[in-house]
């Protein structure tokens, strides 16, 4: 397993790649850095196309909260910079209006350097209520993909989608509707049902899990698949590097294939444009 050193020069090197600042082929790296750079440098170049991450952190046990609903301490410390740092490398994150109601988490980068991603609240019904901590003015776009006809505060963007016949949006539709808006790097943080419908969708380009050394023994899962198998070998078995992180345990998985090229030639400088874009 590799052990990645998220050291303050890597991780400056991380930022200026994402603002097409930093060349991703120099540097005398330590393995631990050479590591964490395999994890990040990939993700944060914006002239190798669009993409979509799936991150879930969950216990060995595959949970993401107890039966009473206590998400706070799933991930380690290391795990939860790790999920800071994705946010700091992505244009947008986006959760689900089940977590922005019974989480109310901020999605602003704290634990890293790093600029805040604009906040995407998944509400089709308009239940997320205008006070909440992701709607908060901060100067960060606040974006909200919406049915119904509700008016939002002054500053929040609304992305109106027609409704599937069981209520709830396309995520194709969603993540469409971000790249029109100029969002291409795109953190598809939570919760599990929408992590998983983006997975079934077959949007995301990479998915983290972030497992942390406990063990619940109930409580939701981390990964639903709606696609149900009979058979093993029907699994999708996706391209993992496995890494230790600190305190918690990352599975980088890569689904598709301009993700793979992504991953594989990510230091390379051929054909690239060193200028970041909107």
């Known amino acids: 397993m590799d052990k990645a050193d998220v050291t ?3 991780w400056q090197r991380i930022l200026d790649i994402r603002a097409g600042q930093g060349c991703p082929c120099c540097g005398d790296w330590t393995a631990g850095e ?3 750079l395999n994890i990040y440098a990939p993700l944060a170049r914006r002239d190798m196309g669009p993409m979509a991450i ?6 060995l046990d595959g949970r993401v909260a107890t039966a009473s609903g206590d998400a706070r301490d799933i991930s380690g410390p290391d795990g939860l910079r790790h999920l800071h740092r994705l946010r700091a490398i992505a244009d947008a994150v986006v959760i689900g209006v089940r977590t922005a109601l019974h989480d109310t988490p901020r999605l602003t980068v704290r634990l890293c350097a790093g600029q805040n991603p604009a906040r995407v609240i998944i509400d089709p019904r308009g ?3 205008d006070d909440a901590p992701a709607l908060r003015d901060d100067g960060t776009r606040r974006i909200v993909v919406q049915t119904v006809a509700r008016d939002r505060p002054a500053g929040v963007e609304v992305v109106r989608l027609p409704s599937l016949t069981d209520g709830t949006l396309a995520p194709r539709q969603i993540l469409a509707g971000l790249h ?3 969002l291409h790097n795109i953190l598809v943080e939570g919760g599990g049902i929408t992590v998983s419908r983006f997975f079934e969708a077959g949007l995301l380009s990479h ?4 497992v942390a050394p406990l063990l619940i023994g109930g409580g939701p ?9 009979g058979s093993l070998a029907d699994a999708p078995r996706p391209e993992t590097q496995v890494c230790d992180i600190g305190s918690d345990v990352l599975f980088n998985c890569t689904l598709t294939e301009a993700a793979r090229h992504r991953s ?5 400088t051929a054909g690239a444009e060193w200028a970041f874009r909107q």
Not at 54 to 59: C, E
Not at 207 to 210: D, E, G, K
Not at 221 to 229: D, H, M, S, V, W
């Open 207 to 210: 998915l983290h899990v972030a």
């Open 34 to 36: 050479r590591s964490a």
């Open 180 to 182: 029109e808006l100029g």
């Open 8 to 10: 303050p020069r890597v």
């Open 54 to 59: 799936g991150q879930i952190g969950q216990s």
């Open 221 to 229: 899962q981390g990964f639903n698949r709606i696609t149900q198998i």
């Open 127 to 129: 239940r997320l209520t």
């Open 264 to 268: 594989e030639n990510w230091h390379s």
